[in-house]
């Protein structure tokens, strides 16, 4: 990835601030006030990123010789900025960071009895923002007021540093800037972790509930009891906004049953907790455990505790796993959980408020099927209900969501954002829907993404993505979702899908796959006129195993009994 | 405030401008004893001092400070530095 960063005024190149971006790409930082051009020119392939300053869009001499025109101007003024960006988003095809700032020095008694100007011009700004990312997929926010608030305005901001430079920002306000930065790419380049795995004694609540009982552990009431309430109120928001809680402790299953059954301060239930690990055993066994359970790998799990030890533990033996440093006091815990980063995601879908229930119902199978006689019977008793999910904009955003999170049921690992989903399907006419499935064990919400685009040859598509949550495999709806894209394919008059599978570091269930679900190897066939490089974008024959293609109108589809909807076969 | 001395001055220098190389002895380093100690590298340096030192200079120091002996005197006056 490549970073253009454009400003109102002037940020320095070669800061040593800019180093932890460095971890992206490469970094361009753009001449003062060259934000005009960084917007308008030819920079759609790289990743820009605004630093907007309001006083620098701020018309100060009409301002100064016609006050009544003010908000006027304002407007005017905002629009103007705002129109340039427009042209940037229309012909983007990387991402856009706008980092805006609207504060300014002001004593009190101003805004005591009415909103300033300055205020109603940031409000402006910072609804248009937001009005443009509901409409542009690749855009993303980074308000420098609640940034530079957490650190101090007067630390990240420094007049001294404008008049010497034209930068509005100190050393430490860079780094800030600089960190808001990581953070968004960061999030963009990888989904969020998905499950908070949380120590119970001195954790969730204060003491030891083995030595103190439910009576006497720290928890509500008053004092530093308070902390650990407001610190379980944070974890239950991240489980509503779909974060799966887990329980790793050393304790007896029993004490801590019946703190969550029992103690009237306690805010997590234990309905909320998806796996645990209560016993005496190494945590390292825990979160293999639980990692396993919900079938997640490890670089998936957040783990806090409050003994430095398990946690240097766990940073040693399990080095893919999460492990937040907390900070000592206890009181500083729930803003220190509700700004980790790593449980942070860019958007929240109707999906995320169900995560809990749904991988509890991932469990439940799990255990069922490991117990049934027949799989295949199995699998006809659960009555699986799937349903095709046409992508737009409504569910644009979980599409997006399931290319950056899955894993292991994914052939190619393409991770599409939704603006590359969306030219995909608009202006290349691909091919592309989503699948939902409900069974006995529950709704499991949408699962599964197939995208299939057009090829230099005109009667073959490609597979670009075919991937489904880890949550229902082992159900053959891999086989159903084939089914629909064959329909599809068919409708649209293709004769044939050429697909590959990608290997990555964690996707080997999809590895057999396209051989087991009727696909052969391209030279096994001869429907191809056109070099496979012109088929497959960014083939590589030294690095990719052999394609495979099916033949649309005599593919065979295995398993397809279960699903008593599944289109016809020809 | 930490109190720097010249090894420690050198060190910033190193890490401000990673790929420059320069004679660490010299008693004249400045804004242009190497190419990447110009006026934008000059404002980051003192940037950077600043925040290692736990000092503040002025307007009229960050125009006017432009070489390793000016940053020694900046810190002296503020009982920063030490031999």
Known sequence: MRIRLTCTSFLPDRSPAWRQLAGHAELDVGGYGDWPAALCGDYGDLTLVWVVFLDDLLPWDAFLKDETRATELLNEAIAGALSALDRRLEAARAPTLVAWLGWAPDTPIRSARRLRLREMAAARLSAELYDRAAKYSGLYMISLDALFAQEGMRHCLDSRNFYASRCRLSLTGLKVLAQGIDSILGRIERAASKVLVLDCDNTLWGGVVGELGVGGIALGQDGIGNAYVAFQRIAKTLASHGTLLAISSKNETSDVRNVFGQHPSMVLRWEDITAYRIDWREKSIHLREIAADLDIGLDSLVFWDDNPLEREKIRAELPKVCVPEPPKEVADWPEAL???????????????????????????????????????????????????????????????????????????????DAAAIETMLQQRSGIGFLVGLKDKFGDHGIIGLALAVPTQQTDVAFLDTFLMSCRVLGRHLEAWMLAQLQRRLRLAGYRHLVAQFVPGERNSPAAGFLPAHGFIRVSEASALSTPIAEIIPAFDGDRHDEPYIANIERWTIPHLELFPNAPAQS | MHPLNRKRLIEILHDTFPDAVFDEDDAHLGLGSFPQWDSLGNFNLLLQVEEAAGVRLSSEEISETKSLAAIIDCLKLRNAYVD
């Not at chain 1, 509700?338 to 879908?349: F, G, K, M, N, Q």
């Open chain 1, 338 to 416: 509700a700004s980790l980063d790593s449980l942070a995601s860019l958007t929240t879908t109707a999906d995320d408020w169900h995560k809990t229930q749904q991988y509890r119902a991932r469990a439940a199978f799990v255990s069922e099927a490991r117990t049934a006689a027949n799989a295949e019977a199995f699998l006809a008793g659960i009555g699986m209900q799937p349903r095709l999910v046409e992508i737009d904009a409504a569910t644009l955003s979980r599409a997006a969501q399931l290319c950056a999170k899955t894993n292991q049921f994914n052939l190619r690992l393409a991770r599409h």
